[in-house]
Protein backbone atom coordinates (compact mmCIF):
# COMPACT_ATOMS: atom_id res chain seq x y z
CA UNK A 1 0.00 0.00 0.00
CA UNK A 2 1.32 3.13 -1.39
CA UNK A 3 1.50 6.25 1.19
CA UNK A 4 -0.49 9.30 -0.38
CA UNK A 5 1.23 11.94 -1.96
CA UNK A 6 0.18 14.31 -0.03
CA UNK A 7 0.97 13.47 3.58
CA UNK A 8 1.86 16.04 5.98
CA UNK A 9 5.31 14.95 8.18
CA UNK A 10 3.21 15.60 11.71
CA UNK A 11 1.34 11.98 10.78
CA UNK A 12 4.31 9.88 9.68
CA UNK A 13 5.84 10.27 13.28
CA UNK A 14 6.17 6.32 14.37
CA UNK A 15 5.21 5.95 17.83
CA UNK A 16 2.33 4.63 19.87
CA UNK A 17 -0.87 4.02 17.76
CA UNK A 18 -3.04 7.23 17.12
CA UNK A 19 -6.26 6.00 18.64
CA UNK A 20 -7.96 9.36 18.63
CA UNK A 21 -11.56 10.09 17.36
CA UNK A 22 -9.79 13.30 15.62
CA UNK A 23 -6.89 10.91 14.10
CA UNK A 24 -9.39 8.58 12.91
CA UNK A 25 -11.92 11.00 10.76
CA UNK A 26 -8.31 12.35 9.50
CA UNK A 27 -7.25 8.47 8.24
CA UNK A 28 -10.74 8.26 7.03
CA UNK A 29 -10.65 11.84 4.79
CA UNK A 30 -6.81 10.71 3.59
CA UNK A 31 -7.51 7.34 2.26
CA UNK A 32 -11.20 8.40 0.70
CA UNK A 33 -11.17 11.86 0.33
CA UNK A 34 -7.56 13.65 -0.05
CA UNK A 35 -7.58 17.52 -0.90
CA UNK A 36 -6.04 16.29 -4.57
CA UNK A 37 -9.63 14.66 -5.34
CA UNK A 38 -11.42 16.57 -3.47
CA UNK A 39 -9.79 20.18 -4.87
CA UNK A 40 -8.59 18.72 -7.96
CA UNK A 41 -6.90 20.95 -10.73
CA UNK A 42 -7.50 18.50 -13.83
CA UNK A 43 -9.93 16.19 -15.02
CA UNK A 44 -10.55 13.06 -17.41
CA UNK A 45 -10.85 14.92 -20.65
CA UNK A 46 -14.20 13.25 -21.45
CA UNK A 47 -15.48 16.20 -18.78
CA UNK A 48 -15.12 18.17 -22.01
CA UNK A 49 -19.06 18.99 -22.33
CA UNK A 50 -21.01 21.73 -21.71
CA UNK A 51 -23.40 18.79 -19.86
CA UNK A 52 -21.17 18.88 -17.11
CA UNK A 53 -22.10 22.06 -15.70
CA UNK A 54 -26.16 21.66 -15.11
CA UNK A 55 -24.93 20.54 -11.30
CA UNK A 56 -22.95 23.46 -10.92
CA UNK A 57 -25.51 26.06 -12.04
CA UNK A 58 -28.19 24.42 -9.99
CA UNK A 59 -25.47 24.67 -6.93
CA UNK A 60 -24.94 28.39 -7.68
CA UNK A 61 -28.82 28.98 -8.19
CA UNK A 62 -28.80 27.89 -4.84
CA UNK A 63 -26.35 30.06 -3.37
CA UNK A 64 -29.15 33.00 -5.12
CA UNK A 65 -31.81 31.37 -3.30
CA UNK A 66 -30.25 31.17 0.09
CA UNK A 67 -28.46 34.35 -0.25
CA UNK A 68 -31.99 36.11 -1.11
CA UNK A 69 -33.69 34.40 1.48
CA UNK A 70 -31.55 35.50 3.86
CA UNK A 71 -32.10 38.80 3.23
CA UNK A 72 -35.93 38.56 2.85
CA UNK A 73 -35.78 36.59 6.86
CA UNK A 74 -33.89 39.34 7.71
CA UNK A 75 -36.46 41.75 7.51
CA UNK A 76 -39.37 39.34 8.14
CA UNK A 77 -42.28 38.17 6.25
CA UNK A 78 -44.06 41.21 5.49
CA UNK A 79 -41.19 43.22 4.30
CA UNK A 80 -41.68 41.92 0.49
CA UNK A 81 -45.31 43.06 0.67
CA UNK A 82 -44.70 46.41 1.73
CA UNK A 83 -41.17 48.13 0.61
CA UNK A 84 -39.82 48.48 -3.00
CA UNK A 85 -36.72 46.60 -1.85
CA UNK A 86 -38.37 44.09 -0.80
CA UNK A 87 -40.00 43.22 -3.71
CA UNK A 88 -37.11 42.87 -5.52
CA UNK A 89 -35.23 40.83 -2.95
CA UNK A 90 -38.22 38.76 -3.60
CA UNK A 91 -38.18 38.36 -6.95
CA UNK A 92 -34.43 37.72 -6.88
CA UNK A 93 -35.70 34.75 -4.63
CA UNK A 94 -38.73 33.79 -6.98
CA UNK A 95 -36.65 33.69 -10.04
CA UNK A 96 -33.65 31.66 -8.55
CA UNK A 97 -36.14 29.07 -7.43
CA UNK A 98 -37.07 28.74 -11.33
CA UNK A 99 -33.41 28.51 -12.42
CA UNK A 100 -32.58 26.11 -9.38
CA UNK A 101 -35.60 23.59 -10.50
CA UNK A 102 -34.52 24.14 -14.37
CA UNK A 103 -30.91 23.31 -14.09
CA UNK A 104 -31.82 20.70 -11.45
CA UNK A 105 -33.79 19.05 -14.10
CA UNK A 106 -31.19 19.42 -16.57
CA UNK A 107 -28.65 17.65 -14.29
CA UNK A 108 -30.65 15.05 -13.99
CA UNK A 109 -31.90 14.40 -17.71
CA UNK A 110 -27.72 14.71 -17.91
CA UNK A 111 -27.09 12.43 -16.01
CA UNK A 112 -29.36 9.95 -16.75
CA UNK A 113 -28.60 9.78 -20.02
CA UNK A 114 -24.98 9.43 -19.29
CA UNK A 115 -25.90 5.92 -16.64
CA UNK A 116 -23.98 8.21 -14.04
CA UNK A 117 -24.96 5.52 -11.68
CA UNK A 118 -22.41 2.85 -13.13
CA UNK A 119 -19.11 1.55 -11.42
CA UNK A 120 -20.68 1.74 -8.03
CA UNK A 121 -22.36 5.70 -8.07
CA UNK A 122 -25.64 4.25 -7.20
CA UNK A 123 -25.34 5.86 -4.19
CA UNK A 124 -24.41 9.42 -5.55
CA UNK A 125 -27.85 8.59 -7.73
CA UNK A 126 -30.12 7.96 -4.83
CA UNK A 127 -28.63 10.89 -2.57
CA UNK A 128 -29.23 13.12 -5.73
CA UNK A 129 -33.12 12.18 -5.97
CA UNK A 130 -32.83 13.03 -2.01
CA UNK A 131 -31.78 16.60 -2.89
CA UNK A 132 -34.30 17.23 -5.55
CA UNK A 133 -37.35 15.91 -3.28
CA UNK A 134 -36.26 17.61 -0.18
CA UNK A 135 -36.09 20.77 -2.52
CA UNK A 136 -39.61 20.39 -3.48
CA UNK A 137 -41.17 19.87 -0.34
CA UNK A 138 -38.93 23.30 0.82
CA UNK A 139 -40.21 25.43 -2.21
CA UNK A 140 -43.99 24.10 -1.33
CA UNK A 141 -42.84 25.15 2.28
CA UNK A 142 -41.97 28.65 0.77
CA UNK A 143 -45.07 28.87 -1.74
CA UNK A 144 -47.47 28.31 1.72
CA UNK A 145 -45.48 31.07 3.48
CA UNK A 146 -45.42 34.14 1.32
CA UNK A 147 -49.15 35.72 2.80
CA UNK A 148 -50.77 36.05 -0.28
CA UNK A 149 -53.37 34.95 -2.09
CA UNK A 150 -51.09 32.18 -4.04
CA UNK A 151 -50.15 31.18 -0.58
CA UNK A 152 -53.81 30.71 0.52
CA UNK A 153 -55.07 28.78 -2.36
CA UNK A 154 -51.92 26.16 -2.00
CA UNK A 155 -52.19 25.63 1.79
CA UNK A 156 -56.10 25.64 0.97
CA UNK A 157 -55.87 23.11 -2.03
CA UNK A 158 -52.76 20.79 -1.25
CA UNK A 159 -54.08 20.42 2.45
CA UNK A 160 -56.32 17.12 1.14
CA UNK A 161 -53.58 15.56 -0.21
CA UNK A 162 -50.90 16.21 2.25
CA UNK A 163 -54.05 14.96 4.86
CA UNK A 164 -54.69 11.70 2.30
CA UNK A 165 -51.52 10.00 3.59
CA UNK A 166 -51.50 10.73 7.18
CA UNK A 167 -48.47 13.75 7.68
CA UNK A 168 -51.27 16.47 7.98
CA UNK A 169 -51.13 15.16 11.30
CA UNK A 170 -47.67 16.25 11.98
CA UNK A 171 -47.29 18.77 8.89
CA UNK A 172 -49.96 21.75 9.36
CA UNK A 173 -50.16 23.22 5.56
CA UNK A 174 -52.77 25.60 7.05
CA UNK A 175 -49.95 26.22 10.22
CA UNK A 176 -48.03 29.62 8.30
CA UNK A 177 -45.73 29.34 11.99
CA UNK A 178 -44.64 25.71 11.32
CA UNK A 179 -44.45 26.22 7.38
CA UNK A 180 -42.37 28.93 7.55
CA UNK A 181 -39.91 27.57 10.18
CA UNK A 182 -39.51 24.70 8.33
CA UNK A 183 -38.83 26.78 5.24
CA UNK A 184 -36.54 29.21 6.60
CA UNK A 185 -34.29 26.96 8.94
CA UNK A 186 -35.32 23.27 8.86
CA UNK A 187 -35.56 22.23 5.55
CA UNK A 188 -32.42 24.74 4.09
CA UNK A 189 -30.25 23.44 6.50
CA UNK A 190 -31.27 19.53 5.03
CA UNK A 191 -30.76 20.66 1.61
CA UNK A 192 -27.17 21.80 2.08
CA UNK A 193 -26.09 18.47 4.70
CA UNK A 194 -27.76 16.31 1.41
CA UNK A 195 -26.29 18.31 -1.24
CA UNK A 196 -22.87 18.67 0.67
CA UNK A 197 -23.25 14.44 0.39
CA UNK A 198 -23.97 14.28 -2.96
CA UNK A 199 -21.00 16.69 -3.85
CA UNK A 200 -18.39 14.65 -2.00
CA UNK A 201 -19.97 11.14 -3.48
CA UNK A 202 -18.66 12.63 -6.48
CA UNK A 203 -15.48 14.12 -5.63
CA UNK A 204 -14.49 10.50 -3.71
CA UNK A 205 -15.24 8.43 -6.62
CA UNK A 206 -14.99 10.81 -9.32
CA UNK A 207 -16.83 11.18 -12.77
CA UNK A 208 -17.62 7.51 -14.13
CA UNK A 209 -16.38 6.74 -17.37
CA UNK A 210 -18.40 6.96 -20.63
CA UNK A 211 -20.53 3.98 -21.48
CA UNK A 212 -18.17 1.52 -23.22
CA UNK A 213 -19.27 0.47 -26.91
CA UNK A 214 -20.73 -3.22 -27.02
CA UNK A 215 -18.14 -5.57 -27.43
CA UNK A 216 -18.43 -6.73 -30.59
CA UNK A 217 -19.59 -10.07 -31.40
CA UNK A 218 -16.15 -10.94 -33.85
CA UNK A 219 -13.91 -13.14 -30.98
CA UNK A 220 -10.85 -12.09 -33.23
CA UNK A 221 -11.21 -8.26 -32.82
CA UNK A 222 -12.15 -8.75 -29.10
CA UNK A 223 -8.67 -10.51 -28.83
CA UNK A 224 -6.76 -7.29 -29.68
CA UNK A 225 -5.95 -4.82 -27.59
CA UNK A 226 -9.37 -2.83 -28.47
CA UNK A 227 -8.47 -0.45 -31.35
CA UNK A 228 -10.74 -2.17 -32.97
CA UNK A 229 -14.04 -2.07 -30.38
CA UNK A 230 -15.19 0.96 -31.02
CA UNK A 231 -14.88 1.26 -34.83
CA UNK A 232 -18.46 2.16 -36.47
CA UNK A 233 -19.43 0.74 -33.10
CA UNK A 234 -23.51 1.98 -31.66
CA UNK A 235 -24.46 1.07 -28.45
CA UNK B 1 -47.18 40.70 -15.43
CA UNK B 2 -50.11 40.72 -13.09
CA UNK B 3 -53.08 39.68 -15.69
CA UNK B 4 -53.78 36.50 -16.01
CA UNK B 5 -51.40 34.14 -18.84
CA UNK B 6 -52.72 32.82 -22.15
CA UNK B 7 -53.68 29.39 -21.55
CA UNK B 8 -53.52 27.10 -24.46
CA UNK B 9 -54.97 23.91 -25.10
CA UNK B 10 -52.75 21.18 -26.77
CA UNK B 11 -55.25 17.95 -26.48
CA UNK B 12 -55.91 17.01 -23.02
CA UNK B 13 -53.23 19.37 -21.88
CA UNK B 14 -54.03 22.83 -21.00
CA UNK B 15 -50.47 24.86 -20.54
CA UNK B 16 -49.71 28.32 -19.58
CA UNK B 17 -47.64 30.37 -21.96
CA UNK B 18 -44.91 31.22 -19.71
CA UNK B 19 -44.82 27.73 -17.93
CA UNK B 20 -44.48 26.60 -21.87
CA UNK B 21 -41.50 28.78 -22.04
CA UNK B 22 -40.35 27.23 -19.18
CA UNK B 23 -40.20 24.07 -20.49
CA UNK B 24 -39.13 24.79 -24.63
CA UNK B 25 -36.16 27.16 -23.05
CA UNK B 26 -35.16 23.61 -21.22
CA UNK B 27 -35.16 21.55 -24.25
CA UNK B 28 -33.16 24.33 -25.92
CA UNK B 29 -30.29 24.60 -23.19
CA UNK B 30 -30.17 20.70 -23.31
CA UNK B 31 -29.83 20.34 -27.05
CA UNK B 32 -27.50 23.27 -27.11
CA UNK B 33 -25.34 21.59 -24.47
CA UNK B 34 -25.47 18.85 -26.25
CA UNK B 35 -23.96 19.98 -29.78
CA UNK B 36 -21.79 22.92 -28.78
CA UNK B 37 -18.38 22.71 -28.97
CA UNK B 38 -16.70 22.90 -25.45
CA UNK B 39 -13.55 25.01 -25.15
CA UNK B 40 -10.10 23.78 -26.13
CA UNK B 41 -11.08 20.52 -26.46
CA UNK B 42 -12.40 19.13 -28.98
CA UNK B 43 -9.42 17.80 -30.88
CA UNK B 44 -7.33 16.37 -27.71
CA UNK B 45 -4.33 15.90 -29.44
CA UNK B 46 -3.75 19.39 -30.20
CA UNK B 47 -4.43 20.43 -26.37
CA UNK B 48 -1.04 21.29 -25.02
CA UNK B 49 -2.16 20.79 -21.39
CA UNK B 50 -2.87 17.55 -22.23
CA UNK B 51 -1.30 14.80 -19.40
CA UNK B 52 -1.58 10.98 -20.18
CA UNK B 53 -2.58 9.45 -17.19
CA UNK C 1 -7.08 -3.37 0.67
CA UNK C 2 -7.52 -0.52 -1.51
CA UNK C 3 -8.69 3.00 -0.33
CA UNK C 4 -11.07 4.99 -2.53
CA UNK C 5 -8.46 7.19 -3.21
CA UNK C 6 -6.59 5.08 -5.13
CA UNK C 7 -9.40 3.23 -6.66
CA UNK C 8 -10.35 6.24 -8.27
CA UNK C 9 -6.54 6.75 -9.38
CA UNK C 10 -6.77 3.41 -10.95
CA UNK C 11 -10.39 4.03 -12.53
CA UNK C 12 -8.91 6.58 -14.37
CA UNK C 13 -6.01 5.50 -15.27
CA UNK C 14 -4.66 5.70 -19.03
CA UNK C 15 -6.84 8.42 -19.52
CA UNK C 16 -5.66 11.75 -21.02
CA UNK C 17 -6.48 14.66 -18.14
CA UNK C 18 -6.91 18.06 -18.77
CA UNK C 19 -7.03 21.08 -16.78
CA UNK C 20 -10.20 21.97 -15.05
CA UNK C 21 -10.67 24.43 -12.69
CA UNK C 22 -13.65 23.91 -10.45
CA UNK C 23 -13.31 26.75 -8.30
CA UNK C 24 -13.38 29.14 -11.28
CA UNK C 25 -16.01 27.66 -12.97
CA UNK C 26 -18.09 27.72 -9.81
CA UNK C 27 -17.66 31.86 -9.66
CA UNK C 28 -18.34 31.56 -13.43
CA UNK C 29 -21.74 29.58 -12.74
CA UNK C 30 -22.31 32.34 -10.05
CA UNK C 31 -21.97 35.12 -11.99
CA UNK C 32 -24.06 33.80 -15.07
CA UNK C 33 -26.61 32.47 -13.20
CA UNK C 34 -26.91 35.89 -10.63
CA UNK C 35 -27.14 38.13 -13.99
CA UNK C 36 -29.59 36.20 -15.50
CA UNK C 37 -31.63 36.20 -12.09
CA UNK C 38 -30.91 39.92 -11.87
CA UNK C 39 -32.17 40.28 -15.28
CA UNK C 40 -35.26 38.60 -14.64
CA UNK C 41 -36.09 40.16 -11.35
CA UNK C 42 -35.84 43.53 -13.06
CA UNK C 43 -37.92 42.96 -15.81
CA UNK C 44 -40.43 40.77 -14.65
CA UNK C 45 -40.80 41.45 -10.72
CA UNK C 46 -42.30 38.77 -8.78
CA UNK C 47 -46.65 37.79 -8.48
CA UNK C 48 -48.13 39.56 -4.90
CA UNK C 49 -51.31 38.72 -5.53
CA UNK C 50 -52.90 40.22 -2.12
CA UNK C 51 -54.90 37.66 -0.27
CA UNK C 52 -58.35 37.47 0.14
CA UNK C 53 -59.98 38.50 3.17
CA UNK C 54 -63.08 37.46 5.47
CA UNK C 55 -64.12 41.21 5.46
CA UNK C 56 -63.77 41.06 1.32
CA UNK C 57 -65.88 37.41 1.20
CA UNK C 58 -68.66 39.25 3.07
CA UNK C 59 -68.97 42.28 1.50
CA UNK C 60 -68.28 40.66 -2.19
CA UNK C 61 -71.05 37.37 -1.85
CA UNK C 62 -72.70 37.85 1.46
CA UNK C 63 -74.69 34.91 0.78
CA UNK C 64 -72.50 32.83 0.00
CA UNK C 65 -70.71 34.13 3.45
CA UNK C 66 -74.15 33.28 5.23
CA UNK C 67 -74.47 29.87 3.82
CA UNK C 68 -71.00 28.55 4.55
CA UNK C 69 -71.36 30.44 8.05
CA UNK C 70 -75.08 28.29 8.68
CA UNK C 71 -73.37 24.98 7.74
CA UNK C 72 -70.28 25.71 9.85
CA UNK C 73 -72.98 26.52 13.40
CA UNK C 74 -74.65 23.10 11.65
CA UNK C 75 -71.68 21.19 11.70
CA UNK C 76 -72.37 20.16 8.06
CA UNK C 77 -69.55 22.14 6.33
CA UNK C 78 -66.99 20.25 4.49
CA UNK C 79 -64.02 21.55 7.29
CA UNK C 80 -67.14 20.26 9.85
CA UNK C 81 -67.41 16.88 9.15
CA UNK C 82 -63.61 16.96 7.40
CA UNK C 83 -62.28 14.27 10.02
CA UNK C 84 -58.18 13.88 10.92
CA UNK C 85 -56.46 16.29 11.45
CA UNK C 86 -58.90 18.87 11.84
CA UNK C 87 -62.29 17.76 13.43
CA UNK C 88 -64.58 14.67 14.08
CA UNK C 89 -65.97 12.80 11.11
CA UNK C 90 -64.60 10.66 8.20
CA UNK C 91 -66.13 12.40 5.27
CA UNK C 92 -63.24 13.71 3.85
CA UNK C 93 -60.98 10.59 4.87
CA UNK C 94 -59.59 9.14 1.77
CA UNK C 95 -58.96 5.39 1.26
CA UNK C 96 -57.48 2.52 -0.73
CA UNK C 97 -59.46 -0.22 0.50
CA UNK C 98 -58.43 -0.72 4.09
CA UNK C 99 -55.74 1.86 3.68
CA UNK C 100 -56.24 4.90 5.11
CA UNK C 101 -53.06 6.39 6.16
CA UNK C 102 -55.44 10.05 7.01
CA UNK C 103 -57.17 7.90 9.85
CA UNK C 104 -54.03 6.81 11.73
CA UNK C 105 -53.00 9.57 13.78
CA UNK C 106 -56.68 11.32 14.91
CA UNK C 107 -57.77 14.45 14.82
CA UNK C 108 -54.75 16.98 15.87
CA UNK C 109 -56.51 19.93 15.44
CA UNK C 110 -59.81 19.16 17.78
CA UNK C 111 -61.57 22.34 15.43
CA UNK C 112 -65.24 23.02 16.74
CA UNK C 113 -66.10 24.96 13.99
CA UNK C 114 -69.66 26.34 15.13
CA UNK C 115 -67.80 27.39 18.38
CA UNK C 116 -64.35 28.78 16.09
CA UNK C 117 -66.24 30.64 13.05
CA UNK C 118 -69.67 31.48 14.42
CA UNK C 119 -70.45 31.17 18.20
CA UNK C 120 -67.14 32.06 19.25
CA UNK C 121 -66.51 35.73 17.22
CA UNK C 122 -70.24 36.41 18.38
CA UNK C 123 -70.10 36.05 22.27
CA UNK C 124 -67.25 37.98 22.01
CA UNK C 125 -69.05 40.80 20.08
CA UNK C 126 -71.89 40.21 22.36
CA UNK C 127 -71.06 42.70 25.21
CA UNK C 128 -73.20 46.13 24.70
CA UNK C 129 -75.59 44.39 21.96
CA UNK C 130 -79.06 43.27 23.64
CA UNK C 131 -80.73 41.52 20.49
CA UNK C 132 -77.52 39.62 19.97
CA UNK C 133 -77.02 38.79 23.62
CA UNK C 134 -80.51 36.92 23.92
CA UNK C 135 -80.46 35.20 20.20
CA UNK C 136 -77.04 33.83 21.56
CA UNK C 137 -78.76 32.41 24.60
CA UNK C 138 -81.86 31.29 22.83
CA UNK C 139 -79.58 29.66 20.64
CA UNK C 140 -77.44 27.77 23.06
CA UNK C 141 -80.65 27.14 25.13
CA UNK C 142 -82.30 24.62 22.91
CA UNK C 143 -82.04 20.95 22.05
CA UNK C 144 -79.95 20.13 19.07
CA UNK C 145 -82.88 18.76 17.12
CA UNK C 146 -84.42 22.40 17.49
CA UNK C 147 -80.92 23.85 16.62
CA UNK C 148 -81.28 21.42 13.23
CA UNK C 149 -84.39 22.43 12.39
CA UNK C 150 -83.69 26.33 12.37
CA UNK C 151 -80.44 25.54 10.53
CA UNK C 152 -82.15 23.74 7.86
CA UNK C 153 -84.70 25.61 7.26
CA UNK C 154 -82.68 28.78 6.96
CA UNK C 155 -79.90 27.09 4.65
CA UNK C 156 -83.27 26.35 2.48
CA UNK C 157 -84.08 29.65 2.29
CA UNK C 158 -80.75 30.88 1.73
CA UNK C 159 -81.15 29.49 -1.52
CA UNK C 160 -83.44 32.28 -2.70
CA UNK C 161 -81.66 34.83 -0.97
CA UNK C 162 -81.14 38.46 -2.29
CA UNK C 163 -78.68 40.34 -1.13
CA UNK C 164 -78.73 44.25 -1.26
CA UNK C 165 -76.67 47.07 0.54
CA UNK C 166 -74.80 44.27 2.28
CA UNK C 167 -77.76 42.17 4.08
CA UNK C 168 -78.61 38.93 3.12
CA UNK C 169 -83.05 38.62 2.60
CA UNK C 170 -84.81 35.30 2.78
CA UNK C 171 -88.11 34.70 2.47
CA UNK C 172 -90.19 34.78 6.00
CA UNK C 173 -90.06 31.59 7.71
CA UNK C 174 -89.62 30.19 11.47
CA UNK C 175 -85.61 30.19 11.77
CA UNK C 176 -85.24 30.81 15.38
CA UNK C 177 -82.88 32.97 15.98
CA UNK C 178 -80.14 31.93 13.28
CA UNK C 179 -81.63 35.38 11.32
CA UNK C 180 -80.12 37.38 14.07
CA UNK C 181 -76.60 35.58 14.70
CA UNK C 182 -76.48 36.01 10.74
CA UNK C 183 -76.92 39.71 10.52
CA UNK C 184 -75.23 40.16 13.42
CA UNK C 185 -72.01 38.38 12.20
CA UNK C 186 -71.80 39.39 8.55
CA UNK C 187 -71.68 42.76 10.21
CA UNK C 188 -68.79 42.00 12.04
CA UNK C 189 -67.28 40.31 9.06
CA UNK C 190 -67.70 43.66 6.88
CA UNK C 191 -65.89 45.50 9.49
CA UNK C 192 -63.31 43.02 9.13
CA UNK C 193 -63.21 42.47 13.23
CA UNK C 194 -64.10 38.86 11.91
CA UNK C 195 -60.65 38.22 10.66
CA UNK C 196 -58.81 39.03 13.88
CA UNK C 197 -61.62 36.66 15.58
CA UNK C 198 -61.18 33.91 14.12
CA UNK C 199 -57.55 33.94 13.46
CA UNK C 200 -56.60 34.70 17.11
CA UNK C 201 -59.53 32.56 19.27
CA UNK C 202 -59.27 35.04 21.86
CA UNK C 203 -55.38 34.79 21.77
CA UNK C 204 -52.75 37.66 21.43
CA UNK C 205 -50.33 36.16 18.92
CA UNK C 206 -51.04 33.86 16.08
CA UNK C 207 -49.26 32.11 13.60
CA UNK C 208 -51.87 29.38 12.88
CA UNK C 209 -54.22 30.16 9.88
CA UNK C 210 -55.80 26.76 10.01
CA UNK C 211 -59.54 28.03 11.31
CA UNK C 212 -59.26 30.97 8.63
CA UNK C 213 -58.27 29.47 5.73
CA UNK C 214 -60.87 26.00 6.07
CA UNK C 215 -63.41 28.70 7.04
CA UNK C 216 -62.57 30.73 3.58
CA UNK C 217 -61.94 27.17 1.53
CA UNK C 218 -65.26 25.95 2.97
CA UNK C 219 -67.52 28.43 0.79
CA UNK C 220 -68.13 29.21 -3.14
CA UNK C 221 -66.34 32.14 -3.23
CA UNK C 222 -62.84 31.67 -2.66
CA UNK C 223 -62.54 28.47 -5.26
CA UNK C 224 -64.34 30.90 -7.93
CA UNK C 225 -61.24 33.61 -7.23
CA UNK C 226 -58.90 30.56 -8.18
CA UNK C 227 -60.90 29.30 -11.20
CA UNK C 228 -60.38 32.12 -13.32
CA UNK C 229 -57.05 32.05 -12.66
CA UNK C 230 -56.72 28.35 -14.27
CA UNK C 231 -55.46 27.22 -10.44
CA UNK C 232 -58.53 24.87 -9.82
CA UNK C 233 -56.92 20.82 -9.92
CA UNK C 234 -59.05 20.16 -13.13
CA UNK C 235 -57.34 22.66 -14.85
CA UNK C 236 -53.87 21.50 -14.16
CA UNK C 237 -53.71 24.12 -11.52
CA UNK C 238 -50.64 22.80 -9.32
CA UNK C 239 -48.64 23.99 -12.52
CA UNK C 240 -49.62 27.24 -12.46
CA UNK C 241 -49.21 30.92 -10.68
CA UNK C 242 -50.74 33.81 -10.63
CA UNK C 243 -50.50 36.37 -13.22
CA UNK C 244 -48.33 35.51 -16.33
CA UNK C 245 -45.39 33.98 -14.21
CA UNK C 246 -44.38 30.80 -14.73
CA UNK C 247 -45.49 28.22 -11.91
CA UNK C 248 -43.88 25.02 -11.00
CA UNK C 249 -43.54 23.42 -13.98
CA UNK C 250 -41.58 20.66 -12.40
CA UNK C 251 -44.94 19.45 -10.87
CA UNK C 252 -46.05 18.84 -14.32
CA UNK C 253 -46.77 14.84 -13.85
CA UNK C 254 -48.55 15.41 -10.36
CA UNK C 255 -50.90 17.63 -11.72
CA UNK C 256 -51.36 15.32 -15.08
CA UNK C 257 -53.09 12.32 -13.08
CA UNK C 258 -55.98 14.61 -11.93
CA UNK C 259 -57.15 15.26 -15.74
CA UNK C 260 -57.37 11.75 -16.64
CA UNK C 261 -59.18 8.41 -15.80
CA UNK C 262 -60.01 7.16 -13.13
CA UNK C 263 -58.86 10.08 -10.25
CA UNK C 264 -60.68 13.03 -12.15
CA UNK C 265 -64.21 11.85 -11.21
CA UNK C 266 -62.47 9.55 -7.91
CA UNK C 267 -63.28 10.77 -4.09
CA UNK C 268 -59.86 9.61 -3.50
CA UNK C 269 -58.22 10.93 -6.12
CA UNK C 270 -55.50 12.57 -3.38
CA UNK C 271 -54.70 9.70 -1.99
CA UNK C 272 -54.59 7.27 -5.66
CA UNK C 273 -52.27 10.41 -6.83
CA UNK C 274 -49.84 10.44 -3.95
CA UNK C 275 -49.60 6.65 -3.93
CA UNK C 276 -49.04 6.45 -7.30
CA UNK C 277 -46.35 9.57 -7.44
CA UNK C 278 -44.86 7.94 -4.46
CA UNK C 279 -44.61 4.16 -6.23
CA UNK C 280 -43.13 6.09 -9.57
CA UNK C 281 -40.90 8.45 -6.91
CA UNK C 282 -39.22 5.53 -5.99
CA UNK C 283 -38.70 4.03 -9.19
CA UNK C 284 -36.72 7.10 -10.13
CA UNK C 285 -34.41 6.92 -6.68
CA UNK C 286 -33.78 2.67 -7.55
CA UNK C 287 -33.16 3.91 -11.53
CA UNK C 288 -30.05 2.24 -10.95
CA UNK C 289 -31.73 -1.17 -10.08
CA UNK C 290 -34.35 -1.57 -12.26
CA UNK C 291 -33.91 -3.18 -15.58
CA UNK C 292 -34.84 -1.54 -18.85
CA UNK C 293 -34.93 2.08 -17.01
CA UNK C 294 -31.46 1.46 -16.61
CA UNK C 295 -30.86 0.03 -20.12
CA UNK C 296 -32.70 2.81 -21.99
CA UNK C 297 -29.18 5.38 -21.63
CA UNK C 298 -27.69 2.65 -23.69
CA UNK C 299 -30.23 2.25 -26.20
CA UNK C 300 -31.14 6.05 -26.81
CA UNK C 301 -27.60 6.90 -27.53
CA UNK C 302 -27.33 10.39 -26.31
CA UNK C 303 -24.10 9.62 -24.37
CA UNK C 304 -22.44 9.16 -27.66
CA UNK C 305 -22.87 13.05 -28.52
CA UNK C 306 -21.73 14.28 -24.91
CA UNK C 307 -19.05 12.10 -24.72
CA UNK C 308 -18.18 11.95 -28.86
CA UNK C 309 -14.41 13.38 -28.69
CA UNK C 310 -13.87 10.34 -26.16
CA UNK C 311 -15.02 8.07 -28.84
CA UNK C 312 -13.34 9.50 -31.06
CA UNK C 313 -9.45 9.62 -29.49
CA UNK C 314 -10.84 5.79 -28.71
CA UNK C 315 -10.78 4.71 -32.29
CA UNK C 316 -7.44 5.71 -32.77
CA UNK C 317 -5.71 5.32 -29.53
CA UNK C 318 -7.12 1.95 -28.59
CA UNK C 319 -8.56 2.74 -25.10
CA UNK C 320 -7.03 3.01 -21.94
CA UNK C 321 -5.60 -0.45 -20.24
CA UNK C 322 -7.72 -2.94 -19.65
CA UNK C 323 -8.33 -3.34 -15.56
Known amino acids: MSAPSSTPATTSVPGPADTTWAGAVRRFLERNLPLTHLLPSRQPFFVGSWVYIF ?85 FTGYVSQQNFDAQWIAINAKDGINATGAGSFFN ?45 DAAAQATSGSGTAKGGKA | MDTPATYLELGFIVISVPNLLVILTMVGIFIAALLAPFPGHHAIEEDGDVRPE | MSTAAERQEAYHRGIPTVRFDLIREFFLALAGSGLVILVLALLMSSPDDPSVTIQQWSQQDPVDFVTTATSELGGTSFSATYGPPYTDGTDAVQAVGPFAPQAWFGNAVHLDTAQEFVLGPLGMAAPGNPELTAALATYKAADAATQQAWL ?19 PAGDYGPV ?29 NYTAPLLFL ?107
Do not use: C
Not at chain 1, 179 to 188: C, F, I, Q, R, T
Not at chain 1, 192 to 213: F, Q, S
Open chain 3, 179 to 207: PVLMVNLLAIGHTGGLDGLVLSGGNFYAT
Open chain 3, 152 to 170: TAYTDALGSATAADGQVTV
Open chain 1, 55 to 139: GVVAITSLVWVVGSGIVLASFGPGWWHIEAMGRFVNSMHFWSVQLLFLFTALHLWGQYFMASWRDGRAPTWIVGVLVFLIALVTG
Open chain 1, 173 to 217: VLDFGQMYGLHVAVLPATVAVALAIHVMLVRIRGVVKPIEPPAPK
Open chain 3, 217 to 323: GDGGYFPALGESQHMLGSQWGMMNETGSYPGQAWLWLFSMWYQVPPFNTAPNADLLVVMLMGLLTLGLILVPFIPILRDIPRWIPIHRLIWRDYYRWRRTHGGPPAG
